[in-house]
């Protein structure tokens, strides 16, 4: 089965990370087959080898799973293969800044991640974008979520192979059993759908009781209601009743009341119209009559003032002689001053007569503004009431508006027991069809819960996982020249056959154990890998080949890893390079607190 995610790891940069001071950097890019991954920790002290006689090294403990696997897991989920505790991480000399970064590619994306401790933190970039979530726990749920898509067992159970985790397979307990069933064959999420139906099913049980006595009630309180509601409707037709009658009586009052202003307002308009001209004329006839009175007084005083002259000089004039009156009248303008006045008095009587007509004018429209005053005032208070009337006319239409309005809303009107009613139906309906609803969930749910129960299709899909199980452990077993046969039940329980017949794991050599557990091994991994989870381009076997396997079993297990074209990674205790060939080999050497990489190449070391 191809798989979905094909993971590409690119390199791997470690620094203070267990035994690597660093930095170092790993590239896999850079290798390709087979590739023997050994060492020698120069700080164990040096044995003798029994049959040269010689010193060697002890070769345990020099970083081989360090540098392979731990780095890639922690790289990739912040842990290593054996999960331990991050102050255990940091390189014992430097104490900090213990830190690895891992390039890779998944599904035509480039991410590199940082996981750090002291300072403990975790970075992740997508395509150089910095995607970093708000924290370690959220950062590293989206890697394995959305990234990877996997999860660190899986990943480490298909690619970065120990010996020693087959070996905890045997020791599971009952419940541990179960969840490495449904870890194995991908089936924890039937056991999450089962306890979630079950207590969904629960919920909904309870739920439904509650229903069935809530239906019960509102079904008597509905026949209750509708006994109350009869006196409603007659009550509603007399209160009908005596809002028109009222209606009536206040659209016969306002059809008393005049409110058409239009003709008194013509009227008031044309009116001021004629108090303004007849004040106009007043002013003119007024100003005429005080020139008049004014040149009156005026001549009068003339002639008064003439009549003194001639006064003063009339006994002189009687007294003289004809022949010097001429020239003293000549002199003293006696005869032209009697005719001023003559032409005095008849311009005065003039203006007494002008005088007379303009009093008897002004007298005549005094009396007519007088009488339009009067007409002005009469309108105006005509006005006053028509305004009064159009008030009290709205006041009345406002009236006939609410009544309208009441009586409407009286019509429209439901009884408090009518609404009771239809509230009271509706929640029944809505309580039945949630009923309905809850009973169809409640009869899926026990479809579900059968379903995925142990006994239900989680069952059969065991079975089948497990006889495709016992096939690949029993295909390796034939090709490592095993003489027995393992047979794994659905409880994943291990039976082992022999021809002298069931044995215990504890019974046979360390050699066949080691069949045993590699052969487990390897069909757990292809089972995993028939499920599409996770391709990668590398493998890591960590001492799968060391500790007393025979020849036959040596050179089938090499064959078999080359058959699985990748790049696969070899740690041993074996320098085996002289018996197959490699193609390319990894040395390390670890001194003090240090383990440093004296060799990496690519190199075809032997033939055969």
């Known amino acids: 089965m191809t798989s979905n995610n094909y993971l590409h790891l690119n390199n791997v940069v470690i620094q203070n990370f267990l035994s690597f001071e660093g930095p170092i950097t790993f590239d896999f890019n850079k290798h390709h087959g087979l590739i023997l991954v050994y060492g020698e920790n120069k700080n164990i002290k040096i044995a003798e080898d029994e049959d040269n006689h010689g010193a060697f ?25 054996k999960n331990i505790n ?30 750090g401790i002291t300072p403990t933190y975790t970075k992740l970039i997508k395509n150089g974008e910095d995607i970093t979530k708000s924290s370690i726990k959220l950062t590293q749920k989206y890697i394995e979520q959305e990234v990877l898509k996997t999860s660190y067992l899986i990943l480490k159970n298909t690619h970065f192979l120990s010996v020693s985790d087959a070996n905890d397979i045997f020791k599971l307990s009952k419940w541990e059993k179960r969840e490495f069933i449904e870890h194995l064959f991908n089936l ?21 009781d509650k229903l069935y006595i809530t239906s019960s009630n509102t079904a008597a309180s509905i026949e209750e209601f509708r006994k109350q509601e009869q006196s409603f409707d007659q009550n509603r037709k007399d209160k009908i009743k005596q809002l028109k009658e009222e209606l009536n009586n206040k659209k016969s009052d306002m059809s008393k009341l005049d409110i058409d202003s239009t003709n008194l307002v013509n009227n008031i308009e044309k009116c001021k119209k004629i108090i303004d001209n007849l004040k106009s004329k007043l002013d003119e006839k007024y100003k005429f009559k005080n020139d008049c009175e004014h040149k009156i007084h005026h001549l009068n005083l003339t002639i008064k003032n ?28 006696i005869t032209s001053n009697k005719q001023l006045i003559i032409d005095n008095q008849k311009e005065l009587e003039q203006l007494k007569l002008k005088l007379e007509e303009a009093t008897s004018e002004i007298n005549e429209y005094e009396s007519k ?3 339009y005053d009067n007409k002005l005032i009469e309108y105006n208070e005509q006005l006053k009431i028509i305004e009064k009337n159009i008030i009290q006319h709205n006041f009345l239409n406002d009236s006939i508006i609410k009544i309208n309005n009441e009586i409407n809303k009286v019509k429209n009107e439901k009884s408090e027991f009518q609404n009771l009613i239809i509230s009271y139906e509706n929640t029944l309906n809505d309580i039945r069809s949630k009923t309905q609803n809850k009973e169809k969930i409640l009869k899926h749910l026990n479809f579900l819960i059968f379903m995925f129960s142990e006994e239900g299709i989680k069952k059969y ?16 077993l034939n090709r490592l020249g095993a003489e027995y046969s393992i047979s794994v039940d659905n409880e994943f329980n291990f039976t082992f056959l022999t021809m002298n017949g069931e044995a215990q794991f504890e019974n046979f050599s360390s050699g066949e154990r080691r069949r045993i557990v590699v052969s487990t091994l390897f069909g757990i991994k292809d089972i995993l890998k028939l499920q599409g989870k996770l391709d990668c381009n590398v493998n890591c076997f960590d001492e799968i080949l060391d500790a007393n396997i025979d020849d036959y079993a040596f050179y089938q297990l090499i064959e078999i890893i080359k058959e699985m074209d990748k790049t696969s990674f070899l740690t041993s205790h074996r320098e085996f390079h002289d018996e197959i060939s490699v193609d390319g080999l990894i040395k390390l050497e670890k001194f003090g607190t240090n383990t440093t990489i004296i060799k990496d190449t690519q190199v075809d070391i032997c033939q055969n």
């Open 57 to 81: 090294r002890i070769k345990n403990g020099c970083g081989k799973t360090a540098l392979l696997i731990d780095s890639i897991l922690f790289g990739l989920f912040g842990k290593t293969e």
């Open 86 to 115: 991050k102050p255990n991480i940091i390189n014992r000399k430097a104490k900090n800044n213990c830190l690895v970064t891992i390039d890779f590619n998944i599904n035509n994306n480039h991410y590199i991640i940082e996981n």
């Open 188 to 208: 924890k999420k039937f056991g999450e759908v089962w306890r979630a139906a079950k207590a969904d099913a629960n919920r909904i049980e309870k739920e439904l």
């Open 306 to 333: 003439t009549n003194k002259h001639i006064e003063k000089y009339s006994m002189v004039l009687n007294n003289i002689c004809e022949d010097c009156y001429s020239n003293i009248d000549t002199l003293l303008d």
């Open 369 to 371: 503004l007088l009488k």
């Open 461 to 476: 899909l065991v079975s089948l996982f497990i006889m495709k199980l016992n096939d690949r452990i029993q295909y390796y």
